[in-house]
């Protein structure tokens, strides 16, 4: 059996980091990091998701507020809400439930986030800086990705990495994390051809297709790592883009699905915020 990468092991270090934080701030009788997570109209996943915020970012001292909106609000109204939460000194970080309602331009609702809050990383100014190698938010699914490299000192540096998956929310994120660590990173996509001989060589295997248990043992090599970002539903269970069965005992390193990198996510968002309370008051 290769080893397990533990997500939820990472998470609960990050957890205490981001309370020490904290802590350190309340001693010192300073504001703690403030966020306001926004739903527009009540999707089932965003339900979920900001709920899963709200329980981590309160369990650890960070102030969290919902911002719940009707579904047919206008977009006008949605932006003005925004604005206004640009402009209060008090709120560090602010989280957009996506997708929005259908109508709403997505794209101009997300850029009007101010960048210095944008602790997702949505908006273009902040997806420019990580592609331009600056400092910023990382976004919490790839950065879950080089957190858990980091975290089990899996070096980057010179490795042949491959990811699969190329969407702007995780496969291309990813890519560009990576590359800043100075990995050799090759992306492959629904059109790539010989993936399970490019991934066979491969030192490490990020996969992020959305295909329940797809990648098998024939993708993989005794000394592969492989990070499964995937999570479809199966038979009413959250599975990965990895056949955890067939594949674990054949590499050296993996993620299970559930509580690899999913578990640690939501934790880094949250610590997101404790970034931008330092920014803002710099
Ligand atoms: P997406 O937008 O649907 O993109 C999927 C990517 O996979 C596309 O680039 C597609 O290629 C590629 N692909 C699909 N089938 C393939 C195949 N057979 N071989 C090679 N490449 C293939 O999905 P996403 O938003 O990136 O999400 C990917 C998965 O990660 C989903 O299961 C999602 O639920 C999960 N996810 C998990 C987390 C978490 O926190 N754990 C967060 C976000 C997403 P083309 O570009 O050529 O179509």
Known sequence: MGMIIDGKKVALEVKEEIRNFVNMRKNNGLRVPSIVSILVGN????????NNQEKIATSLGVDFKKLLLEENISEDHLINEIERLNNDDNVDGIILQLPLPKGMNEKKVINTISSYKDIDCLTYENQGKLYCGEKVFLPCTPNSVVTLLDKYEIKLEGKNVVVIGRSNIVGKPVAQLLLNKNATVTICHSRTKNLQEICKNADVIVVAIGR???LNEDFVNENSIVIDVGTSSLNGKITGDVNFERVSDKVKMITPVPGGVGA????LLIK??????ENNEN
């Open 272 to 277: 997101n915020s404790c970034e931008a309370l």
């Open 43 to 50: 999707d089932g996943g965003s339900v979920f998701y900001i």
């Open 212 to 214: 329940a248990n797809y």
């Open 264 to 267: 640690l996510t939501t934790t």
